[in-house]
């Protein structure tokens, strides 16, 4: 048997930006931002602490790029570079940081 958590996301013209994550339990649920992964029980506190709505597109970019630094910095399962796809009403812009330009690096 296969069981996965899922985070969708996406943006239209009626309700712009929308986060759902899917847990496991097979429920959809509406976020301001989700996590997902075995480094994500890492990053919950900072996540509370540092999201704030209505954030602009840079913010968003540089909250992400921090949050998965930490992530990374503390499970030795995560990976050793960013790949972020930033998705608004322009359509995706894929962008990468590289292992030796992350805000935080390994303990």
Avoid at 21 to 31: D, E, F, S, T, V
Avoid at 85 to 106: H, M, T, W, Y
């Amino acid at each position: 048997m296969l069981t996965a958590g899922i985070i969708v996301a996406g943006w239209d013209a009626v309700k712009g930006g929308q986060v759902f994550a899917l847990p496991i339990g097979g429920a959809m649920l509406p976020r301001p931002y989700a996590t997902g992964g075995s480094g994500s029980t890492y990053i919950y506190g900072f996540c509370d602490a540092y999201y704030k709505a209505g954030m602009g597109k840079d913010a968003c970019i540089e909250f992400v790029t921090k949050a998965l630094s930490h992530a990374m910095a503390r499970d030795g399962s995560s990976g050793g570079v960013i790949r972020l796809a930033v998705i608004d009403e322009g359509g995706v812009e894929r962008k990468f940081v590289a292992g030796n330009q992350l805000p935080f690096g390994p303990l």
